[in-house]
């Protein structure tokens, strides 16, 4: 309840009218750390993003039916506005027949006697009709058999003037009304005639539809408007060759330039001749919309489809690019409706993106088995604008084996052909087929590793023999994942921080834990390998309990070395080392990296051996006193190795003290005292590095 009536009080507080959100968020941020401060700056932009994707959600999903909804409205407001000048004219025929017979009575009451009187009446009200009304008549049926629609509407307009000020007899009001009606119909029906010609466009289509806006048919004649600018661009599309070079990008700009040229001028005389009507320039939108539809429908159909299916995703980039340029230059005229495009667009660049990962993916395969696992000279690449791509942020050149030069110019151009599409949120899309790519391309060089017969993936992969081929694949895989992949990455999510979206910190961190996650597997396999070779010969175990369980060895006790797994081990190291100096020129942590895994690795098979301390605690082959020493040198030689090749660890240090201290606890069982036989540890570190010396300089 106390949290309840806390955001209660919070809530109370936004409501207020003095609430300052200034003040607020300044009496907040001092009771928090920094920490507490960009998490809730991260949290306000995840807020605003949200209901930023919400309004607009919301207004995509109920615009078109709240321009059909204005649209109808707008019809039964002329539907009754027609209904009701008919029943005014039928009132007024109803009104003109009863007046009729009260008419006669009133004139017989008259003086009959004076004929002149009522000569002179008839003849004042119906001479000026009798005479004008059928010339009007004459005149409006001339000007309408000649297409001259503007004198006519100048015509009729005399007509109702005259008919205001000099109304006639009642008798004959509703018969003229309906004289003018006619006539007033007939000239919209031409107008509405000529409206549906293609050669009627520009300034004449516009007077057009100005007079049927004055005849009082404004809504037929926006709808008359939007028609024949449609069946305009119709005849214009049929008039386009499709082109057949350049993936559809002649075809794109010219079906661009027509859709939404026509959806401008459509606009424009929209305006002019019906500026401020609201319903007007609602259906204009929704026209607008339907022909962008079409305009995608045809594009799918012709350019977009093909390139999808073929994975030409740079080319179905530029075709969208050069249709969005278009769309674009009609928000300056206050027309938004790139993102109900971008809407329309965003499957077929979904299907062109996964179709070219596909095809990256396939190409994999090829590439793998095509490497022999040398370092050779990158490949130049027109496209990519030179090498740039090939050196980390360092300025350090990278070096890479044929397949991973190749595997990053299919990466480079995939990358160049998904940047323009970053309006259409496809970065973390983007990033997760970067991920699967690169871990397809993982579990291939984990196979140029494995013996004959574990192969994992289907191909004929090239086995790396020799340990400099080892570490070519090694390479191949901490370049990717620490350098250019993730240059690729920050350059996907500078282009989307362009579109005034947020970069996401979290899922930056999560994409590059996954990459080294995924190179990680590649580094263990490659221990794994090398601590088969030290601790195995084919399938017998080297570090059996028979090196320690020895009661005397005179020779060893005068001169003091490590046993042949770790002199073997040391030999393993320093040949890595030596190669490792010229592959990862300039990458030597990677190089020392490794070592420290493998030296970790070795003490920790050692520890998790329970075959080997089963037998040394239980018997039979218990440690000797003189064992005990070998072991606990062998493990501290271990550590010499680490501290000269300076690759030492916490977890290598803590490993090696607990094989210590289960040596020295197996030793005890058997009833002796461990301290009682171990020299100092001043003599373990001397004796070590007398080993390791004697080792390396033979």
């Not at 998790?608 to 239980?618: A, D, G, I």
Request: net charge negative.
């Amino acid at each position: 309840m106390g949290a309840d009536e806390a955001l209660a009080n919070d809530l109370r507080l936004l409501e207020r009218d003095s609430f300052d959100i200034d003040q607020y968020i300044r009496s907040k941020c001092p009771l928090m750390s920094e920490k507490g401060v960009k998490k809730l700056r991260q949290e306000l932009i995840d807020l605003k993003i949200t209901c930023t994707e919400f309004s607009r959600s919301n207004v995509h999903r109920d615009y078109t039916y709240f321009i059909r909804a204005t649209r109808d409205i707008s019809w039964l407001e002329t539907s009754l506005f027609r209904v009701r000048n008919l029943l005014s004219n039928q009132a007024a025929i109803i009104h003109c027949l009863l007046q009729q017979p009260q008419i006669s009575a009133e004139l017989c009451a008259q003086d009959v006697s004076n004929p002149q009187f009522l000569q002179e009446e008839e003849g004042t009200k119906s001479s000026k009709w009798g005479q004008q009304f059928p010339e009007l008549l004459d005149n409006l049926q001339i000007l309408l058999a000649e297409k001259k629609t503007h004198k006519a509407l100048d015509e009729l307009q005399k007509g109702r003037v005259f008919f205001d000020e000099n109304a006639p007899q009642k008798s004959e009001a509703a018969v003229i009304a309906l004289n003018l009606k006619s006539i007033k119909e007939r000239l919209a029906e031409e107008l509405t005639d000529s409206t549906m010609k293609a050669s009627v466009c520009g300034v004449e289509l516009r007077d057009t539809c100005s007079v049927l806006q004055k005849l009082g048919e404004g809504s037929r004649a926006h709808d008359l408007l939007l028609v024949s600018h449609r069946n305009r661009l119709l005849y214009n599309i049929k008039g386009l060759c499709r082109s057949k070079s350049s993936y559809g990008g002649a075809y794109t700009a010219a079906l661009s330039q027509l859709a939404f040229s026509a959806i401008s001028l459509a606009l424009k005389d929209s305006t002019a001749v019906f500026n401020g009507n609201f319903s007007c320039g609602s259906e204009l939108v929704l026209w607008a919309r339907d022909i962008t539809q079409e305009f995608v429908t045809l594009l799918k159909k012709y350019v977009l489809s093909s390139l999808a299916a073929a994975g030409g995703l740079r080319a179905a980039a530029e075709c969208v690019h050069m249709a969005l340029g278009h769309c674009f230059l009609l928000e300056t005229q206050g027309l938004a409706i790139c993102p109900y495009l971008s809407s329309l667009l965003k499957p077929s660049v979904e299907e062109a993106v996964s179709a070219n990962v596909v095809r990256i993916g396939d190409n994999v395969i090829a590439l793998a088995a095509a490497d022999d696992w040398n370092l050779i000279q990158p490949l130049h690449d027109q496209r990519m604008g030179g090498r740039a791509s090939y050196h980390t942020a360092e300025g350090i050149y990278v070096r890479l084996s044929s397949s991973a030069h190749t595997f990053n110019i299919l990466i480079e151009d995939f990358l160049h052909g998904v940047k323009p599409l970053t309006r259409f949120q496809l970065t973390h899309s983007a990033l997760e087929a970067l991920c699967k790519i690169y871990e397809r391309y993982v579990d291939l060089l984990i196979d140029a590793l494995l013996p004959d017969g574990q192969i994992l993936q289907k191909g004929n992969i090239k086995l790396a023999k020799t340990m400099s081929q080892k570490l070519v694949v090694f390479g191949n895989a901490t370049a990717l994942s620490e350098d250019i992949l993730p240059k690729v990455s920050r350059s996907l999510l500078q282009c989307q921080e362009s579109f005034n979206s947020p970069i996401d910190d979290e899922q930056q961190k999560e994409w590059k834990l996954y990459l080294q996650h995924t190179c990680e597997k590649l580094k263990s396999t490659i221990c794994n390998i090398l601590i088969k070779d030290i601790l195995y010969d084919k399938d017998r175990e080297l570090l059996t309990p028979d090196l320690y369980s020895e009661a005397a060895d005179p020779e060893w006790q005068q001169n003091p070395f490590p046993s042949s797994p770790f002199e073997q081990l040391l030999f393993k190291v320093v040949a890595l080392a030596k190669a490792g100096e010229d592959i990862f020129r300039g990458q030597e942590h990677v190089c020392l990296l490794l070592i420290t895994d493998i030296l970790t690795n070795v003490v920790t098979a050692i520890q998790h051996n329970k075959s080997f301390w089963s037998q040394v605690e239980e018997g039979p082959k218990t440690f000797s006193s003189i064992g005990l020493r070998k072991f606990v040198l062998d493990m501290q030689f271990v550590i010499e190795i680490a501290t000269e090749r300076s690759c030492t660890s916490d977890v290598m240090y803590k490993v090696v003290a607990d094989n210590i201290a289960l040596a020295s606890n197996a030793f005890a069982l058997n009833g002796q005292d461990p301290m009682s036989v171990l020299p100092d540890d001043k003599w373990f570190l001397e004796a070590s590095l007398a080993a390791y010396k004697r080792i390396v300089k033979a």
